[in-house]
Structure formats: structure tokens, C-alpha cells
């Protein structure tokens, strides 16, 4: 069983938000749609759904066409970060909801219903309607019915954006291992690497209506294709400066060079885009092949055990990610260091020529 888009587009008013896709996702997976807000993957949910109908392209589930099939005729469940219920009957009926549209037998129905409830923390408030519950309830509603639908596709946009942290973590764990026991195609759309890499899988890259990388999780993230996937697929985003190879040595900001290591080591001379994430910078030096950069200090954040340091440096804006608390003076000059082998190499036109060293090493 596999869905898949074959060029598929939109265009709403004449604006482009989907670009030509292609896209194959098979049974049993979890694919993960990684993008910022209004990146498209709430569109391209609605277009494998069967919601919007594509501009271009065509949609195959299991091998069939079916591009113009209503919603109401495909095996869909969608969950969206407003949780949806029906607010006049209880939380039993909103997760029965679906098997009584499907003719299900009352014994299994109930067997179903009581089944998602244990999973979803929801046994003692089955009785009661969705408005007598809590956000975070409200939204277990809504997933506990999505899982008993039995659906061949499951769709959740966002679905966890509104619950408290605990809660969150809690069925980050629960719905891929809920999901892929049933066999369904799994899509989970969210703004945070973080997730991704939680939730693992297959994540697809969005930017601007364009799916940018497709693959396993850990592989995109440690080797992404380009520029922009790097920034997509890091949180705060991947920092970058222009650098210059010529034989052994790398010049870079106002007339500071280094020794090529790591990736740097084996590039051709020329010019090249230098990519790091935020937190693999550091206040003092950490040993191997070091680099260091003098920078202008513009803001920080404390989030109580880390601190986020916004850098100013030769006209670059960077953000650094530091373990602990640091009282640092505005405005004033700071030193940060970084390993060369934490830094990925792209063309100038973006494209990535060399992963960091770290990465094809792990």
C-alpha cells in the first residue's frame, strides 16, 4: 500500500503554494512534513486528503487514481491542531463517531472506543462532552477517534501544538508506535526539528511550497542537500558565512584565516558558504581543529539552563546556543569558538558540496 503524488501542485488566486511535487509514501511509515508556518504542509495535507483537488498532477493510492475521489470515499483520518469534536454528544460517542458511520457492530464498538480511551488517558471522562474537558483532553478526543477510524491514511496537522509539555512528550512516543502497528501512512506535519527527530521516520523538507529533501530523519538532517533544507531542519536556524579556499588555509570575515580542517581539508580553491548550527559554538576553546571568530554581542536569552546568544559578525547575524547561565555585556566584543568538524560546506548557489565531518561519522 503506498500514496503517491505524481507532480501534484495548487494554486489558489493565482498564487503558486504548491509547487510540482513528487512523493511516495509507503505502508506502515511515519513521514514527517518539517516546515516553517505557511511553508505549504498544511496544503499538501489537504491535497493527499482529498480536501483540495491538485492544479496539476495526479494522486495514486494503491495504484489507483484518485484524484477526483471525494474525501468522504477515501480511508482518510485527519486531526488538526484546533481540536474538532462534537460538542453535544460525550467523549464515548465523538470516538464512536466513525464506526457507526462505517456500520460497525455495537460489541466491537465499544471494544474499539474503550481500547483508544486506555491509550489516550481518556477511561474516566467518557461520559462527559468535549467542552467539560480540558484542551489537552479535547485534543485526545479528537486523536482517540482518528485511531479507531482503522484508516489506511492518518493526517495530523500539528496535532500536539496545544498540549502541555508533559502530555506532549508523553504521545510523542505513543502515536508513532499506535500509527505503524495499524499499518496506516502515517503524516505528521510540524514547525519543530526537534519533533521530527523525535517522532523519526521520514521527513520531508518544506520551503516555500517546495518539498526541498525527502528521506530517513537522521539522514536528512545529518547530510541535508542544500542551504536551505540546513536552515529548515535546525532550530534556532543554521548559521552561515561566505569563506575562501586557497591551498591549505580558509579566509573568512575581515581578513581572518585558518587551517582547511574537516570538511574544509579536501575542497577545491574557491568560494563556498560555510554552515553551522547554533549549538556547536561555544565561549571557550573545546581542543581539535578550532575555529574562532570575534564577534559583536547584540542580544541573549536565558531559558534558565541554556543561554541563546544573538552575534553579530562581519555583517553576519548568528545565534549561538550555550549550555548555562551567561551574563554577557550588549553590545560588547565576544569570542566564540567552533570544531571544524561541525561545519558543512555549500556552493554559493547553495547546493551542499561537503556534510560536516561529524556526520558521515556517525
Not at 457507526?100 to 483508544?116: F, Q
Request: net charge negative; aromatic share 8%.
Amino acid at each position: 500500500m503506498s500514496l503517491v503524488l505524481d507532480g501534484v501542485s495548487k494554486v489558489y488566486d493565482g498564487k503558486t503554494h504548491i509547487y510540482p511535487t513528487d512523493l511516495t509514501l509507503e505502508r506502515g511509515t511515519m513521514n514527517v512534513l518539517l516546515g516553517p508556518t505557511l511553508s505549504g504542509k498544511t496544503t499538501l495535507m489537504r491535497l493527499m486528503a482529498g480536501l483540495d483537488a491538485p492544479a496539476t498532477g495526479r494522486i495514486l493510492w494503491e495504484d489507483k487514481d484518485v484524484t477526483g475521489m471525494r474525501v468522504q470515499d477515501r480511508k482518510v483520518a485527519m486531526v488538526y491542531q484546533q481540536f474538532i469534536n462534537y460538542p453535544s454528544m460525550t467523549v464515548y460517542d465523538n470516538i464512536a463517531s466513525p464506526l457507526r458511520l462505517m456500520g460497525v457492530s455495537k460489541a466491537e464498538i465499544d471494544t474499539r472506543v474503550r481500547e483508544a480511551a486506555e491509550l489516550m488517558k481518556l477511561v474516566p471522562f467518557l461520559d462527559r462532552r468535549p467542552l467539560e474537558l480540558s484542551g489537552g483532553q479535547q485534543q485526545r478526543c479528537a486523536l482517540a477517534r482518528a485511531l479507531v477510524k482503522g484508516a489506511g491514511l492518518v493526517l495530523l496537522d500539528e496535532p500536539l501544538a496545544n498540549l502541555d509539555y508533559k502530555l506532549r512528550e508523553e504521545l510523542r512516543a505513543e502515536i508513532p508506535r499506535i500509527f505503524e502497528e495499524s499499518g496506516a501512512i502515517f503524516v505528521y506535519a510540524t514547525t519543530e526539528p526537534e519533533e521530527a527527530l523525535l517522532l523519526g521516520g521520514n521527513v520531508a523538507t518544506m520551503w516555500e511550497g517546495r518539498v526541498t529533501q525527502f528521506g530517513p530523519t537522521p539522514q536528512v538532517y545529518r547530510q541535508p542537500g542544500d542551504a536551505v533544507t540546513a536552515r529548515v531542519f535546525s532550530d534556532p536556524p543554521m548559521n552561515f558565512t561566505r569563506i575562501v579556499k586557497a591551498g591549505d588555509r580558509i579566509s573568512f570575515g575581515e581578513g581572518q584565516t585558518a587551517p582547511a580542517a574537516g570538511a574544509l581539508a579536501d575542497l577545491a580553491d574557491g568560494t563556498y558558504q560555510a554552515g553551522f548550527r547554533p549549538d556547536h559554538l561555544h565561549l571557550a576553546a573545546q581542543g581539535g581543529d578550532g575555529l574562532h571568530f570575534q564577534c559583536r554581542l547584540k542580544v541573549t536569552e536565558i531559558t534558565g539552563s541554556e543561554t541563546f546568544l544573538h552575534l553579530e559578525h562581519a555583517g553576519d547575524h548568528w545565534v549561538g546556543l550555550v549550555h548555562g547561565v551567561h551574563e554577557l555585556e550588549f553590545g560588547a566584543p565576544i569570542e566564540v569558538w567552533l570544531d571544524a568538524a561541525h561545519v558543512y560546506v555549500f556552493a554559493e548557489a547553495g547546493d551542499l558540496v561537503a556534510p560536516a565531518s561529524y556526520a558521515t561519522a556517525a
